[in-house]
């Protein structure tokens, strides 16, 4: 690999190991997933009943129109007790499981309160119903939620669950991983306790676990081992991207997908900053005076560690609970990429175009002379004045969509840029590396509660999932809106399958190309590109560099 020294490659591969992988079945001694049998097995036909076996024992479906669903499935032990803050640890055999309903939402802070059980490392898989000619292509799903909230079943507003994709060649994986503090914390006492000295990242680690167990047991569910897809939305589209940027980590998938993309992977956060939060919340639990944190940390319940994190701001950069840049597991994932280029996947990624509308009403901004204040107040003075100058109100419908659109280029169009180019300048003339970018700019047409905040972020998920009227909103598609929906939820069909997104739905849609900014628009028309934000970018790019 390109200026990957042996130094650097030893204390990486010491690394994963210290992180318990191989414990997750996986051997570095290659540096290749340790599947159960290593041969292509795809020209051969495979025979479905609902009940799987896997490597912890066999798993009993239940078949809901054409497709079976298999829900909450251990893929890790419980990180409770002693292993609560340590790398997931294989799950005890079973006789038997019932898999027709969904596993624990890992604990989390909701408007509601605190709920959730750290019995919560499950996945979720929706698979043919019928026998397979081929093993078929699999998508891994990590979801959003700020790596603090919501689960593998989706948000509250959409669902991500994988009817669609089933019942169109493929089988979706949907990951259950720790969260909040309880899954990327760090502190110094964690670091004690490894020869490595680093902490946090247990989330990711949940991830790589859940990826393991896919490429030891996705067979028996119809999907192919060697054609896995990993898709993130959001915080999972973090995750997703430092995954990405790993050589090693690639053996387990063959492309991503980044939706949502934030800006954690471009601006990561630092050891020292993410052991300041963890102080924060070892203060707050009342630990930091124990002659043993870490015990201490641990003997309290999961709900005191929940309510012990200080609280998280969508205009956070970087964010509270991302995966934490130590230089040993993970380096900055752009460094990563550009240094670590070798064997690059086919990446796909794209943004909503009002992401932050999601998180403000337009009540939030009233005027202008708010709208002035609150840019003040989130960038500081000096370059709030810059960025009122860069997105006037007088050139948007109002002073609060002039805020969004801001705060939306910052925190998630333009990082995303970033990341998109230094994927398609690390993987020049590499074809496996093709990069494809899209902007979903459709706002939901009829009565819902984000009207009048464009398209925001979150939303594009039905459309992509196949899944519009269902989950907690209650909304209406029009017939517009579904024909979207099958272009998109086609598109992200046929990249799974095929590393390259083109279909009969849309228009021609090009590799990434940096000098035009192109790009696909997903709207009421379906439309090839170029410029998406490139002069507020350009002018990010001065800001954040």
């Known amino acids: 690999m390109k200026r990957f020294t042996y130094g650097l490659h030893h204390r990486f591969l010491s690394t994963l190991y210290w992180a318990a992988w191989g414990a997750l079945a996986l051997s570095w001694g290659t540096g290749h997933v340790a599947f159960p049998s290593d041969h292509r097995q795809g020209s051969q036909s495979h025979t479905l009943s609902g009940t799987v ?8 479906g239940v078949l809901e129109g054409n497709h079976y669903v298999y829900r909450g499935i251990p893929y890790a032990a419980p990180p409770i007790g002693d292993l609560r803050w340590r790398a997931p640890a294989p799950h005890a055999n079973w006789t038997s499981f019932d898999a027709s309903h969904f596993g624990n939402t890992c604990p989390q802070m909701l408007p509601a309160g605190i709920v ?9 898989v929706w698979g043919p119903a019928s026998n397979v000619a081929h093993l078929l292509p699999v998508i891994v799903f990590l979801h959003g939620g700020g790596n ?11 669902n991500t669950t994988g009817e669609y994709f089933s019942e169109h060649g493929l089988v979706l994986v949907s990951v259950n991983f720790r969260l909040g503090a309880l899954g990327f914390m760090a502190h110094s006492s964690l670091d004690a306790e490894n020869s490595l000295h680093i902490s946090g990242n247990y989330g990711v680690f949940d991830q790589i676990a859940a990826l393991a167990w896919v490429a030891q047991n996705i067979r028996g569910f119809g999907g192919d081992p060697h054609n896995v897809t990993l898709y993130g939305f959001s915080s999972g589209a973090t995750d997703a991207c430092f995954l990405a940027s790993q050589p090693i ?9 980044l939706s949502g993309t934030t800006h954690d992977c471009d601006r990561p956060t630092t050891q020292t900053e993410a052991e300041n939060t963890g102080n924060t919340v070892v203060q707050n639990a009342g630990c930091s005076g124990a002659a043993d944190v870490a015990a201490c940390m641990r003997t309290l319940p999961a709900s005191s560690i929940v309510a012990a994190a200080p609280p998280a701001t969508p205009l956070a950069s970087p964010s509270l609970w991302v995966p934490v840049v130590d230089n040993v597991t993970f380096g900055a994932p752009l460094s990563s990429i550009a240094n670590f280029n070798d064997d690059l996947r086919p990446l796909m990624i794209g943004n909503d175009e009002d992401e932050l509308g999601t998180f403000f009403a337009p009540s939030f901004v009233p005027d202008e002379a708010t709208y002035e204040a609150k840019l003040s107040t989130t960038f500081g003075a000096a370059i709030g004045t810059q960025v009122l100058a860069q997105y006037p109100a007088a050139s948007y419908p109002s002073p609060y969509r002039a805020f969004i659109a801001a705060t939306s280029d910052h925190l998630y169009i333009c990082p995303a840029r970033r990341i998109a180019r230094a994927y398609a300048a690390a993987g020049d003339n590499d074809d496996d590396a093709r990069v494809y970018r899209y902007l979903f700019a459709h706002a939901l047409e009829n009565p819902n509660p984000f009207a009048g905040r464009g398209a925001v972020h979150s939303t594009d ?3 992509i999932f196949h899944t519009l009227g269902m989950g907690g909103l209650i909304y209406v598609p029009t017939a517009a809106e579904q024909v979207l929906s099958t272009a998109m939820a086609t598109t992200w069909t046929i990249f799974a399958k095929e590393a390259n997104p083109n279909n009969a739905f849309i228009p021609s849609w090009a590799h990434y190309d940096a000098v035009a900014d192109s790009y696909l628009q997903f709207n009421d028309v379906v439309s090839a590109e170029a410029g998406v934000h490139t002069n507020h970018c350009n002018f990010w790019d001065g800001i954040d560099d």
């Open 249 to 257: 980590v690639r053996t387990v998938f063959k492309r991503v997908i």
């Open 116 to 124: 959730g059980n750290e019995d919560c490392l499950t996945l979720n």
């Open 461 to 463: 998920l039905p459309f």
């Open 53 to 60: 076996e896997t490597s912890s024992g066999p798993v009993t």
């Open 148 to 158: 603090s909230t919501f689960d593998a079943k989706g948000i509250p507003t959409f």
